[in-house]
């Protein structure tokens, strides 16, 4: 009998099947959850005012033992001779007895700015302030440092001072919104050196105020997190691959040529294989600073393909028979999401891909830039909750077309009856089962967007819980798994046509009249053919 596995298989053993598949997700929940630490850690830096009189380009070091010469506060005597050109505030990354690791894998740096309200001294309006930022680094505290990126940016800077501004307020601080500096694609050296000039003349570094301290938070990959999220890459990688292989195998055995539900099927495999290529391992050993954007990469190929796939799988079960198997049926849905891919991919080029030659780029630099930034994180949360709504209205479509077809059936023996009914009930809970996923991923993509604006809109600790991220990671791959496993041609029907030829024939009389009233081509499965029209009709 031709069709999938999903159909063919007893239902003991497709029970059997699902609970594999809930085992393992939820060992992939309580991996996150009792193994893996937080995804990131956050430590604040207080700079250090050091003194750099005669304005030299050499590298200033907090602590150690070249430890610059500096200053506790501005209010010192030796601070009244000094210019605020004489001042550069440097930071050591990391603490004292601590090591960065490449396993850390990215690093980023955000400033914030305690500055005392004066009456002859305030915040401008749109105040810019400009940093002349330097990035060292060292394998040892004996070496010298060694010059790794030096640039000069403007940042926007905006404060709020929460109570009116009189004599009697003059000291309180301003309540001033983080300020991005720096995003790094690797951590390859143990330590890192940070040197700020605010230089100032009659036209730069006006109108911001008075700064006091100058403090850095640095956020990095927790390494144990990475460790667990390799690991999970390397499990995944030669799983998927090979079930991808094993399953166009078992298509190009079949005597028609592949339909386009079956081609896609093996594109998402091939993009899942994508996705799960386990590279982390390369960038512990080189220093690859474009791992972000290639991860971004990684998951984009993904998304597209998932969100396209999709769309195929639901509409081949709703189009007649002459309009399925042609993929320009849905080239506006096709192509409306990858156009969106594009945008984001313009964006994500625009932003990681200029860290790769300036890492203290940032796109929020500005206001045209923050809104364009801002603008583009919100349509593609509202673009990816219009999608997974849509995604809602086809799978209703397809239930109710199916329904319609199930009692358009002739009349037919009650065993087959029940068999129909079967596959289709099998069906549905599949359709529901990518309802659950696609919403699951949708949750990711928007949780992932606000993410990344956190770090720059405010928020210093980026808690995206690790239970999520590798259960989210592990449900993709286990719902590919089981699209791939389930879709696959099932053995039975080899054996049927190497078997008793008698039986078959039978079989083949028994069903031709069912199959040219139900559809009138061959496709995967008996839903597909149920849910074709006759071109009759």
């Not at 601080?173 to 700020?196: Q, R, T, W």
């Amino acid at each position: 009998m031709a069709g999938a596995i999903i159909e063919n298989m007893s239902t003991k053993k497709l029970v059997f099947f699902g609970f594999f598949i809930l085992v393992f997700q939820v060992i992939f929940i309580m991996v996150g959850a009792l193994i893996a630490p937080s995804p990131t850690s956050a430590i604040r830096y207080l700079a250090t005012k050091c003194i750099n009189r005669h304005r030299a380009r050499a590298w200033l070091v907090p602590w150690g033992s070249n430890r610059c010469q500096h200053i506790h506060s501005f209010d010192e005597p030796l601070a009244k001779t000094l210019d605020a050109n004489d001042i550069v505030f440097a930071v050591h990354i990391p603490l004292p007895n601590k090591e960065m690791s490449p396993w850390f894998q990215y690093m980023l740096a955000v400033l914030q700015f305690d500055i005392a309200f004066k009456i002859i001294n305030q915040i401008e309006d749109d105040a810019i302030i400009t940093i002349d930022a330097g990035l060292a680094y060292r394998d040892d505290l004996i070496s010298e440092w060694t010059t790794k990126f030096h640039s000069v940016e403007q940042r926007p800077l905006r404060c709020i001072f929460a109570v009116s501004k009189t004599y009697e307020n003059e000291g309180r601080f301003y309540h001033c919104d983080p300020i991005p500096l720096m995003e790094l694609g690797s951590v390859a050296h143990k330590y890192f050196l940070i040197n700020l000039r605010l230089p100032v003349n009659d036209t730069v570094n006006v109108g911001i105020g008075e700064i006091k301290d100058i403090h850095l938070v640095g956020i990095h990959q927790n390494g144990g997190f990475t460790r667990v999220w390799i690991s999970m890459k390397t499990v995944f990688s030669p799983w998927i691959f090979v079930a991808t292989v094993w399953y166009w195998h078992r298509i190009s055995l079949m005597a028609r040529h592949p339909v386009l539900l079956e081609k896609v099927i093996f594109a998402l495999g091939i993009s899942v294989t994508f996705l799960n290529m386990p590279v982390e391992w390369l960038s512990l050993g080189f220093e690859w600073t474009w791992m972000l954007l290639f991860e971004d990469a990684q998951q984009g190929v993904f998304y597209y393909t998932l969100f396209c796939f999709w769309i195929i799988f639901c509409g081949e079960h709703l189009m007649d028979q002459s309009q399925r198997n042609r993929l320009s049926a849905y080239w506006w849905q096709v192509g409306l999401v990858m156009f969106s891919s594009s945008i984001l991919l313009i964006f994500d080029l625009n932003e990681r891909g200029v860290h790769l030659t300036n890492p203290f780029y940032s796109v929020w630099a500005s206001e045209i830039g923050t809104k364009v930034a801002i603008t583009f994180v919100i349509v593609a949360g509202i673009s990816v909750c219009l999608y997974f709504l849509s995604l809602c209205g086809m799978v209703r479509c397809v239930f109710r077309n199916i329904d319609g077809k199930i009692h358009q059936l002739p009349e037919m023996p009650e065993a087959r009856r029940l068999r129909y009914k079967g596959i289709v009930f099998r069906f549905k809970f599949f359709m529901l089962a990518t309802l659950a996923c696609a919403a699951m991923t949708v949750i990711f993509f928007i949780l992932n967007q606000v993410s990344e604006g956190h770090w720059h809109w405010g928020d210093h600790t980026i808690q995206v819980h690790s239970a999520f991220l590798t259960g989210t990671y592990g449900m993709w791959n286990l719902y590919v798994f089981t699209v791939i496993f389930l879709y696959a041609p099932s053995h039975n029907y080899n054996k049927n046509k190497s078997g008793d030829g008698q039986q078959t024939d039978v079989l083949e009389k028994a069903e031709s009249q069912e199959t040219q009233l139900t559809c009138g081509e061959q496709g995967p499965t008996e839903t597909y053919r149920i849910t074709g029209k006759m071109t009759e009709e």
